[in-house]
């Protein structure tokens, strides 16, 4: 089908002229239109009914890969839309234990409370000499939960004096009862209340104690920690041909275009049983009527017609050269009315295959419609990428991903900016947010040390003093390449109190002990890494939380003020 347009081209370099359209006499914009044979209704019938055809394949495991040169270090695990969000399943953080920490403080004033209640005040007070807080406890940044730490009794440690006798009818140990005092009831009373602690306690430590004893957190299982980026891979039972890559994922929120079309099947995916609505594929048809598309300020469709003056396209102000506005102008003057859409009921996270899209217009003339990418070369709007030697994945398929609505994100628990520095020819890692033990955000000083005072005879320093919360990333050597660098993060070396002392950065999202990036990573803009919490809730009602780790593009280089060889006079 072959469509010819008529428009005209302005003489004058703006677009006032055009756009107000004047008309002398519309009778002879009607003789034109006569002439040029727009009422003979050759190839100009309008669309009246939509037709699309497809078949819709669900994803059912999933593999993290966050080293790319050993794509099976993990293994897969099944994984449908009815599981939960993809985001959850892509983004959230192991337990780190904080969740426990906090139960311990929890239990410790539970524990009290009961104690008061029951008319034992003082052996709540007696508790804390019993049941203590190791030396080496949990860091907390709180004052509430530092008190409440320093008031009350280790919920780990009472757990594990009162779990011997908690059973119904066993007694209290002698050297317990000596440690507390009291008469014959008050005992009684003592233990009836532990016990019940204890029956609260007990499930809810089993829920959250972490797997592992405390050490470094580890990182999300998708997640690159040398490319800062989520990796994965998602598979179909009823796709046998294709998968779904996310490569290069930052985090924040899944959508068409976090994905990339690959060919083939792995040959490890497990062999257990799918379960019957996503082991086939789903047929997809619709049959509708096309409605225009429309947005705000578009032209009326009658000539004549009085338009919202809201947005006024008319009095934008374009040279010549300012290209995006003149095309915009030109779309939604032109070309605005040349859009149509049908709604296409699709199963959520499906990967659908479109096979035909059968256009009837007002004539009974039956078009069948194509993929746009297909004759126009750079298309990409809702296509994948997809293989060189399979370009029809891109052409053909539509992913229709799992996205979440309106999650609820807090603001950043723990954000670091990675630097550059020109004029100390290094780049820094700046900790503005971190969390502690018990998982609570907290502030990070931004103190800079103080320049020593002026003496006779002037003082040489090595180097000059840097903020505490600034911490070297130092280029290196990738060992068994000479052309490619790593961007290293060393401990900040200090003086502070007559000794050098090492600190490394708080918080979980640089903990690693041999954090590193690849050079090419870190450009002039910087970066900016940050853990937020993510409630959503899914479409069956259930509630989602965790905890997941996003790149942005950072603000500018940096100067940390570090100078090498000072003399100060």
């Not at 296409?344 to 199963?347: A, D, N």
């Given at each position: 089908?072959?469509?010819?347009?008529?428009?005209p081209?302005?003489?004058?370099a703006?677009v006032e002229?055009?756009?107000?359209?004047?008309?002398?006499?519309?009778l002879?914009?009607?003789?034109?239109?006569w002439?040029l044979?727009?009422?003979?209704?050759?190839?100009?019938?309008?669309?009246?009914?939509?037709?699309v055809?497809?078949?819709?394949h669900?994803p059912?495991?999933?593999r993290?890969?966050?080293?790319?040169d050993q794509?099976a270090?993990h293994?897969?695990?099944p994984w449908?839309?009815?599981?939960?969000?993809?985001?959850?399943?892509?983004e959230?953080e192991?337990?780190?234990?904080?969740?426990?920490?906090?139960l311990?403080?929890?239990a410790?004033?539970?524990a009290?409370?009961?104690?008061?209640t029951?008319g034992?005040?003082?052996?709540?007070?007696?508790?804390?000499?019993?049941?203590?807080?190791?030396?080496?406890?949990?860091?907390t940044?709180?004052?509430?939960d530092?008190?409440?730490?320093?008031?009350t009794?280790?919920?780990?440690?009472?757990a594990?004096?009162?779990g011997?006798w908690?059973?119904?009818?066993?007694?209290?140990?002698?050297?317990?009862v000596?440690?507390?005092?009291?008469?014959?009831?008050?005992i009684?009373t003592f233990a009836?209340?532990?016990?019940?602690?204890?029956?609260?306690?007990?499930?809810?430590?089993?829920?959250t104690?972490?797997p592992?004893?405390?050490?470094?957190?580890?990182?999300?299982?998708?997640?690159?920690?040398?490319r800062?980026e989520h990796r994965?891979?998602?598979?179909?039972?009823?796709?046998?041909?294709?998968r779904?890559?996310?490569d290069r994922?930052p985090?924040g929120?899944?959508?068409?275009y976090?994905?990339?079309a690959?060919?083939?099947?792995?040959?490890?995916?497990?062999?257990?049983?799918?379960?019957?609505?996503f082991?086939?594929?789903?047929?997809?048809?619709?049959?509708?009527?096309?409605?225009?598309?429309?947005?705000?300020?578009?032209?009326?469709?009658?000539f004549?017609?009085f338009?919202?003056?809201?947005?006024?396209?008319?009095?934008i102000?374009?040279?010549?050269a300012d290209?995006?506005?003149?095309?915009?102008?030109e779309?939604?003057?032109?070309?605005?009315?040349?859009?149509?859409?049908?709604p296409?009921?699709?199963?959520l996270?499906?990967?659908?295959r479109?096979?035909?899209?059968?256009?009837?217009?007002?004539?009974?003339?039956v078009?069948?419609l194509?993929?746009?990418?297909?004759?126009?070369?750079?298309?990409?709007?809702?296509?994948?990428?997809a293989?060189?030697?399979?370009?029809?994945?891109?052409?053909n398929?539509?992913?229709?991903?799992?996205?979440?609505?309106?999650?609820?994100?807090?603001?950043?628990?723990?954000?670091?900016?990675?630097?550059?520095?020109?004029?100390?020819?290094?780049?820094?890692?700046?900790?503005?947010?971190?969390t502690?033990d018990?998982?609570?955000s907290?502030t990070?000083?931004?103190?800079?040390?103080?320049?020593?005072?002026?003496?006779?005879?002037?003082?040489?320093?090595?180097e000059?003093?840097?903020?505490?919360?600034?911490?070297?990333?130092?280029?290196?050597?990738?060992?068994?390449?000479?052309?490619?660098?790593?961007?290293?993060?060393?401990?900040?070396?200090?003086?502070?109190?007559?000794q050098?002392v090492?600190t490394?950065?708080?918080?979980?999202?640089?903990a690693?002990?041999?954090?590193?990036?690849?050079?090419?990573?870190?450009?002039r803009?910087?970066?900016?890494?940050?853990?937020?919490?993510?409630?959503?809730r899914?479409?069956?009602?259930?509630?989602?939380r965790w905890?997941?780790?996003s790149?942005?593009?950072?603000?500018?280089?940096?100067?940390?003020?570090l100078l090498w060889d000072?003399?100060?006079e």
């Open positions: 089908m072959t469509t010819t347009r008529y428009f081209v302005g003489r004058a703006g002229e055009g756009l107000a359209a004047r008309l002398a006499d519309p002879w914009l009607l003789a034109r239109q002439q044979g727009e009422f003979r209704g050759d190839d100009a019938g309008s669309a009246t009914s939509v037709t055809a497809g078949v819709a669900h059912t495991w999933w993290p890969e966050p080293d790319a794509p270090a293994p897969w695990q449908t839309v009815a599981d939960g969000p993809l985001e959850r399943l892509i959230a192991p337990d780190t234990g904080a969740a426990y920490t906090r311990r403080i929890d410790g004033v539970r009290r409370r009961l104690l008061v029951a034992l005040a003082s052996f709540a007070a007696k508790l804390v000499v019993l049941a203590p807080w190791p030396a080496q406890s949990p860091s940044s709180d004052p509430v530092a008190l409440a730490k320093s008031a009794a280790d919920g780990d440690a009472l594990a004096l009162i011997p908690s059973a119904q009818g066993s007694p209290v140990p002698p050297q317990i000596a440690a507390l005092g009291g008469t014959d009831a008050q009684t009836n209340t532990m016990r019940t602690w204890f029956g609260w306690w007990s499930p809810r430590a089993a829920a104690r972490p592992a004893a405390p050490g470094v957190p580890p990182d999300p299982p998708a997640w690159d920690p040398h800062l994965g891979t998602l598979a179909f039972a009823a796709a046998p041909t294709l779904l890559q996310f994922y985090g929120g899944v959508d068409w976090a994905a990339d690959a060919d083939g099947q792995p040959a490890d995916l497990p062999a257990t049983p799918v379960a019957a609505p082991a086939a594929p789903q047929p997809v048809s619709e049959t509708g009527v096309p409605l225009p598309t429309s947005f705000a300020g578009m032209p009326a469709p009658r004549w017609e338009e919202d003056a809201t947005v006024d396209f008319g009095s102000d374009a040279s010549p290209l995006a506005r003149l095309l915009l102008v779309f939604t003057t032109v070309y605005g009315n040349d859009w149509f859409s049908l296409v009921r699709l199963p996270g499906s990967l659908v479109v096979d035909t899209v059968s256009v009837t217009d007002s004539f009974g003339v078009d069948q194509g993929p746009f990418a297909a004759t126009s070369a750079g298309w990409r709007m809702y296509s994948l990428q293989p060189t030697d399979h370009p029809e994945l891109a052409l398929y539509f992913w229709c991903a799992p996205t979440l609505s309106t999650p609820q994100v807090s603001p950043a628990v723990e954000r670091a900016t990675l630097r550059r520095d020109e004029m100390a020819e290094t780049a820094w890692a700046v900790v503005e947010y971190a502690d018990a998982g609570r907290y990070v000083p931004n103190d800079k040390a103080a320049m020593p005072a002026v003496t006779d005879p002037p003082q040489y320093l090595v000059t003093p840097v903020a505490a919360n600034w911490y070297p990333v130092v280029p290196q050597p990738i060992p068994g390449r000479i052309d490619a660098y790593q961007l290293v993060l060393e401990a900040l070396v200090r003086r502070a109190g007559g050098i090492e490394r950065p708080p918080g979980v999202v640089l690693a002990p041999s954090w590193w990036i690849h050079e090419e990573e870190l450009g803009a910087g970066l900016t890494l940050d853990r937020r919490v993510r409630l959503a899914w479409h069956d009602g259930t509630r989602h905890i997941g780790r790149v942005w593009p950072g603000t500018g280089e940096a100067s940390s003020g000072v003399v100060v």
